[in-house]
């Protein structure tokens, strides 16, 4: 719900102080109304019903993947959409990958949310209404900014959002920032220390291919993202994640493996192999046997490395996919 109208509407009905952190923790823990909050009076209850909506966001669609992956597709008041997606673990891990922007400017090739148009930086309340859908449904445990959007252009809504996932059940131990290297917002989270994880998509580490990838490699290049990562890691003490998408025959080979290792020190860095979700962007998802061979090099080289699990691949779960589609649908019907 948006917590600025519901402290406004407070204020304006001279509620005490605490009605706000009352109303609050119910949504946190999953209530689905008003109604259930039997703490507050029922005045204020039907009060808030008719000027607070529960949620900042409308759902306008639902896929449930095979694996149990879900995906929601959102639109915001000004009709903007938003994805997230709860990805579900056999080891009782409920994962949230949520959106910080309606759309991206940052245009990385491989990415379905670079290919639509910019909307806006979406607020707290926004952020928090995806997690909050999903903890309607079951309770969740870790989130992940990896959905539509760079979070770290829009930083202030993005800890704001963060501080609060606590009450939803999402320790800040539990809860990543994923960066495709935007370094003003690293040095922010080095200076002031936010709690939770930092993750850099790194998908190259040769300059020329990753500008090629991901344009804003111009603005920033990878030197002075790993720069700057290293002093967060300096000033933190804490470990950067690289998340790395195993595109075949362009960024998996033996030598790309060994140019990654040679910029990443092993005491900064974990890498994450990802295997590629393809979209309908001109790139093929590595083999199996290449993520295992890329992988094996890494950890030759010293460096701890993962595969992350595929989730979702028959219901678009990669990032931007499901509105694109709608997008496409709406485009469809229209010709
Ligand atoms: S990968 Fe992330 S930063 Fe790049 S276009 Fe997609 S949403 Fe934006």
Known sequence: MDLLLLDERLAAGEQPGFRARQVWEWAARGAGSYEEMTNLPLELREQLAGEVPFSSLTPVRDALSSDGTEKALFETHDGRPVEAVLMRYRDGRRSLCVSSQSGCPLTCTFCATGAMRFG????ASEILDQALHFRRKEPVNHAVFMGMGEPLMNLDAVLAAC???????????????????WIPGIDRMAE?????????????????????????????????????CRDYHERRNKDVFVEYLMLGGVNDSAERAEELADVLDPRVYKVNLIPYNPTDAAFEGSTPAAIAAFRERLEARGLRATVRLTRGQDIAAACGQLAARSADAVTAGAG
């Open 120 to 123: 806006r930086n979406l607020t």
């Open 163 to 181: 501080e609060r996932l606590p009450d939803v059940g999402i320790a800040h131990s539990h809860t990543g920032i994923s960066t495709v290297g």
């Open 192 to 228: 002031e220390g936010p709690p939770v994880r930092l993750a850099l998509s790194l998908h190259a580490a040769d300059e020329a291919l990753r500008s090629e990838l991901m344009p804003v490699n111009d603005r920033y290049p990878l030197r002075d993202v790993l720069a700057a």
